[in-house]
């Protein structure tokens, strides 16, 4: 009997030594991923521990990283273990080819392939740097850029009778759109473009550094074109409403000096675009590079050299994914059809009687879950 314990005890040492040389072989470091994967099918990028209902990227995410042996089991089940911070919270739909993640994991040899050979392929880890150990991607983030990729058809006037396989965007309506888009410039009192914030809210004003929209160009028949933003953080719909009114405003349903109107404390009626063009591009860590960037210790975060595998990316699985769901479930069409019951001259009880009629078809899209600091 002693002897069997003898032998228990022993192999117990040798079990805990194997472990130990194997993490000293590969200690733990704090690292940032960088992302790039197509939201249909899921509930958004954030994991929800212990609801296997909605399956979100993170889901698969922390699966490949246990099986690819970068994380303990346990801290796939408590993942402040591992000092997770996901940079920007999309929502259920959108897509993203630039997210970035921060964690401690194993740095075990060709990680990246070992981690992506666990993952489906339409989510890829494109590249990985080490970080000082006090990162945080979401706190240390100075600006997200997003894309809007629609339908041109989107900004033909109401009452011309649009073909959508056969409509062409001309110049003078393009004008238009970046006349209005450019007015978002700035920082604003954005709380009608979100859920949940007063007027009088802090935090409801937004700095937006750019928003334009691209040239046209043609796809499946169907003429589309990108619309991007960089900001330094957004609410919850703010991208999707900011799109949405200004359509609203190009086919002919509100007057251009809504925008103006939506910035001050009266509720104005502002209008979601659907969620499905919705892609995160990018995320900026302006002061951090400034800091840490060039310190002989940490790389700047910059994916230079990345960029290629990120335009791969899109082609195969972003673009291809909102173009066919465009086709095949009509998002854009089935919305634009509900402008016409939103009253943009609308008081509080107009709105929420627009909200109760809306709701059912408006929830079941993606939304920007990009906020920060907003549920």
């Given at each position: 009997e002693e002897n069997g314990h003898q032998n228990k005890r022993l192999k117990r040492d040798v079990d805990e030594e194997d472990a130990e040389d194997q993490n000293k072989k590969s200690p733990k470091r704090k690292?940032?991923?960088?992302?790039?994967?197509?939201?249909?099918?899921?509930?958004?990028?954030?994991?929800?521990?212990?609801?296997?209902?909605?399956?979100?990227?993170?889901d698969d995410l922390v699966s490949a990283l246990v099986q690819s042996g970068c994380i303990p089991e346990n801290h796939g089940e408590d993942m402040k273990k591992m000092s997770f911070q996901r940079c920007a919270r999309t929502d259920k739909g959108v897509s993203a080819a630039g997210q970035i993640v921060s964690l401690k994991v194993r740095l075990i040899d060709d990680i990246l392939e070992k981690i992506n050979n666990?993952?489906?392929?339409?989510?890829?880890?494109?590249?990985?740097?080490?970080?000082?150990g006090g990162f945080n991607s979401k706190n240390k983030c100075d600006a997200r850029t997003y894309s809007y990729m629609l339908p041109t058809f989107a900004f033909a006037h109401k009452d011309h009778d649009v073909q959508e396989e056969v409509y062409r965007l001309d110049k003078e309506t393009l004008e238009k759109v970046n006349k209005l888009l450019a007015c978002y410039k700035g920082t604003h009192n954005f709380?009608?473009?979100?859920?949940?914030?007063?007027?009088?809210?802090?935090?409801?004003?937004?700095?937006?550094?750019?928003?334009?929209?691209?040239?046209?160009?043609?796809?499946?028949?169907?003429?589309?074109?990108?619309?991007?933003?960089k900001g330094q953080s957004f609410m919850m719909h703010q991208i999707r409403k900011m799109i949405g009114l200004v359509i609203a405003i190009v086919?002919?349903?509100?007057?251009?000096?809504?925008?103006?109107?939506?910035?001050?404390?009266?509720?104005?009626?502002?209008?979601?675009?659907?969620?499905?063009?919705?892609?995160?591009?990018?995320?900026?860590?302006?002061?951090?590079?400034?800091?840490?960037?060039?310190?002989?210790?940490?790389?700047?975060?910059?994916w230079t050299e990345e960029e290629e595998k990120i335009a791969v990316f899109k082609e195969q699985y972003?673009?291809?994914?909102?173009?066919?769901?465009?086709?095949?479930?009509?998002?854009?069409?089935?919305?634009?059809?509900?402008?016409s019951i939103h009253d943009f001259n609308s008081s509080v009880v107009g709105m929420q009687a627009n909200n109760k009629n809306s709701k059912n078809s408006s929830d079941l899209e993606g939304s920007d879950g990009c906020d920060d600091d907003s549920d």
């Open positions: 690292i940032v991923l960088l992302m790039a994967y197509s939201g249909k099918g899921y509930h958004g990028m954030q994991r929800n521990v212990g609801s296997s209902q909605f399956k979100t990227i993170e666990h993952l489906p392929s339409h989510i890829r880890i494109l590249g990985l740097k080490r970080v000082t709380h009608n473009f979100t859920s949940q914030k007063g007027p009088r809210d802090p935090s409801a004003k937004r700095y937006i550094m750019e928003m334009y929209c691209g040239e046209p160009f043609v796809r499946e028949n169907i003429e589309f074109a990108v619309i991007k933003v086919k002919g349903y509100a007057a251009e000096s809504i925008i103006e109107l939506s910035w001050g404390e009266e509720k104005v009626d502002v209008p979601k675009a659907p969620g499905l063009g919705l892609v995160l591009e990018r995320v900026h860590f302006e002061k951090y590079n400034r800091r840490f960037g060039n310190d002989g210790l940490h790389e700047p975060l910059e972003i673009y291809p994914t909102i173009i066919n769901t465009e086709r095949e479930e009509k998002s854009m069409v089935n919305w634009l059809n509900t402008l």
